[in-house]
């Protein structure tokens, strides 16, 4: 089994920037693609961004431009830097894992860490 374990969510001011961080631990099979959804209030998730092992990259349109997703293979730890963020990107963001290499990684989760951003 695969444990997915986020950190570096809090609140913020519109503008500011913030990094998430997932670790995927308890497994020896190779993660392929890793990525982060989030949740807002109300509204269905959706996914932000996911990466494969190889680097390749979606994002939502929303947060194209704004938000780096980044991974450390060695280390199965995939990154979301946050910038310019707006008052919508409050949501609870989940990181998401599989041993496919899809955009939309969906085997594995974390249990999702609060990001607010105020106006």
């Known amino acids: 089994q695969v444990q997915l374990v986020e950190s570096g969510g809090g609140l913020v001011q519109a503008g500011d920037s913030l990094r998430l961080s997932c670790s995927a631990s308890g497994s020896r099979f190779k993660i392929n693609a890793m990525g982060w959804y989030r949740r807002a209030p109300g509204k269905p998730r959706e996914l932000v961004a996911a990466?494969?092992?190889?680097?390749?990259?979606n994002y939502a349109d929303s947060v194209k431009g704004r938000f780096t997703i980044s991974r450390d293979n060695a280390k199965n730890t995939v990154y979301l830097q946050m910038s310019s963020l707006k008052p919508e990107d409050t949501a609870v963001y989940y990181c998401a894992a599989e041993s496919g290499g899809s955009y939309y990684p969906n085997d594995y989760w974390g249990q999702g860490t609060q990001v607010t951003v105020s106006s």
């Open positions: 990466i494969t092992r190889s680097g390749n990259t």
